[in-house]
């Protein structure tokens, strides 16, 4: 069972990304994929999550509008569009999944499967 995100770089404030991660060894069927990051000297924080089946999805206060998840269900994979980044949205960014029988997803649980993370920088 494995995670693999994409998508990471460098990128000009203002500038958008979009992440992807793929599941290896499973689908997301059933599952809650969720979306974190982690900054330096920072504690990790939650961005958004989906349930993968029912398409229903949950955002950090702090971060809708300016960051959107969504799911390709035929490339099995969940996707994180960001837009207009600014330099504090710097940070190693994984993606996360747990399974549920749920029709939601939270943030605030355990995820047992991580990602290895993919580094966005936003620099002028």
């Known amino acids: 069972v494995q995670l693999v995100e994409s998508g990471g770089g460098s990128v000009q404030p203002g500038g958008s990304l979009t992440l992807s991660c793929a599941a290896s060894?499973?689908?997301?069927?059933?599952?809650?994929v969720a979306w974190f990051r982690q900054a330096p000297g920072k504690e990790r924080e939650g961005i958004a999550c989906i349930n993968f089946n029912q398409g229903r999805m949950l955002y950090a206060d702090s971060m809708e509008g300016r960051f959107t998840v969504s799911r390709d269900y035929f490339k099995d994979t969940v996707n994180l569009h960001m837009s207009n980044l600014k330099p504090e949205d710097t940070a190693v960014y994984y993606c996360?999944?747990?399974?549920?029988?749920?029709?939601?997803?939270?943030?605030?649980?355990?995820?047992?499967?991580w990602g290895q993370g993919t580094q966005v920088t936003v620099s002028s």
């Open positions: 060894g499973f689908t997301f069927n059933y599952y809650a």
């Open positions: 996360a999944a747990e399974g549920t029988d749920d029709i939601g997803c939270l943030l605030n649980i355990v995820y047992d499967y």
